[in-house]
């Protein structure tokens, strides 16, 4: 009797054992999109000739931040900052029309950059987003 309980057991365990595992894995991502923009070539210039005037470690405005040596790696850490931005570039609210030269093909570069090399994590089964894998990018300076 003893021992079919136990028999009677093992599938119950087996399934709590690989949900435990489901869960543990990292959130799900996009698939990768490709592109050739180099970030250094490509991406920097746009980003100086539009954004640092206003998002810079002296004058962060909506607490968005490019800091003075960006590099692709930094770029990255701040997943979440890169994709904001990217949204509001694809609104047409960044940047405003009173600042920047960002014409429609800088504009396309910078969001098919962002959105190669940063995707958005992929939502889970009904329709819930993982929670964010890298924290909110921190800022210094004003407002």
């Known amino acids: 009797m003893l021992v079919m309980k136990a028999i009677a057991l093992v599938p119950a365990l087996a399934v709590v054992a690989?949900?435990?595992m489901v869960f543990a894995q990292d959130p799900p991502?996009?698939?990768a999109k490709t592109t050739k923009l180099d970030f250094k070539k490509d991406i920097?210039?746009?980003i100086k000739a539009n954004c640092i005037?206003?998002?810079n470690k002296d004058k962060a405005e909506h607490n968005v931040m490019f800091p003075d040596k960006m590099t692709e790696e930094d770029a990255l850490k701040n997943a979440r900052m890169w994709r904001n931005s990217a949204r509001e570039v694809k609104k047409g609210s960044m940047?405003?029309?009173n600042n920047g030269t960002m014409g429609d093909k800088d504009r396309a570069?910078?969001?098919?950059w962002i959105?190669?090399?940063?995707?958005r994590p992929a939502r889970?089964?009904?329709g819930t987003t993982p929670p964010p894998t890298t924290p909110p990018p921190t800022t210094t300076g004003g407002n």
């Open 18 to 20: 690989l949900a435990g």
């Open 29 to 31: 991502k996009e698939p």
């Open 44 to 46: 920097i210039p746009i």
């Open 53 to 55: 005037s206003c998002h």
């Open 95 to 97: 940047p405003p029309k």
């Open 109 to 112: 570069k910078l969001v098919e």
């Open 115 to 119: 959105e190669a090399k940063i995707p």
């Open 124 to 126: 889970r089964p009904g």
